[in-house]
């Protein structure tokens, strides 16, 4: 029988599948005993009919960009090399932690259904006497603690996230010459992974000439992102080093990612690229990360400084 922890575990991850493969899902591990018509009925069927959880994140439905994203938005981190198998025994070792730290009844742990990690700030000690001012070596040392979470978290996600989303992108550009008839093919690519109001804008620099193009909702922006990889051949090869990516936690909970790296085409080398992403939880899909603007720059090879790359502001104008 599962434990709370796995089956709050188990919902929480589920939500990136999407309503068909959920749909399938449910089929594979209820033998088709039962019917089901939405998202959240496939959830709930799933895990009354799931003995083992193991057994359960090994499903082919269940791919290893769904499993990758979960344990980077509880604040685990793994190698952006980790197999689908190291990333279920971390996944585990998640949830076992969590079933010992509600046994014990640590009151750092968050009891709500949403299944996320909660970090605990220490506070200063409130044992001065009457007219005593506290401690401002412990507060000073206690913000500073503050900052220095806040930051790493947002630069651990991005190195988790960067890597993610452009192999995922770029498994569709795969799955276009493998089958043309099926792009999206097993990648998970699709309009779910943004807001329905998200921005896109491409800035493209090539000579003396610069064009720019915005897109917004989901499904526009969604689909610009996929024909430039599959209708033109574009493919984006991030520097994945702390040079080329960096992420901050913004103090209203966006998470600012800025990567950079080269493009490609038909295996020849046309310029660089820079990116920037906002990225928003989403109360209704278990608190899940959403893109809510992009801003994608692209230079040709023959326009490129040796000594300067793009610069320019990671939010929409609209957003200054």
Known sequence: MLSEVEKNGIRSLLQRLTKEDLISLTDTVTNRAVT?????????????FTMNVKVLLRRKKVRREHVFQYLAENQVFVPSTADKQQLIKKVMELWEQKSK???????????????ARVTTIETPSSTTSPGQSPDTTSLSKSSDDRKDSTDDYGQKYAEQWAPWFYDLLKQCGVNMIQDPSQPHGKSDWGDHHFWNDSVLKIEVTSGNQKTEESHSGALSVSRRLFSLVVRESIYLNPNLDRNG??????????????????????????GIFNQAFGLLRDPSVNNNYRIKFTNLSLRSADYISPSQTPVYSPYPTTWR
Not at 37 to 46: L, N, Q, V, Y
Not at 108 to 113: G, K
């Open 36 to 48: 089901v018509e939405t998202s959240k009925e496939a959830i709930e069927a799933i895990i009354s």
């Open 101 to 115: 730290e509600n046994d014990c009844g640590d009151p750092s742990v968050s009891s709500t259904s949403q299944d």
């Open 245 to 270: 990516i960096k992420g901050k936690l913004e103090p209203s909970g966006m998470v600012i990612v800025t990567t950079s790296g080269t493009v490609h085409r038909n295996s020849h080398f046309v």
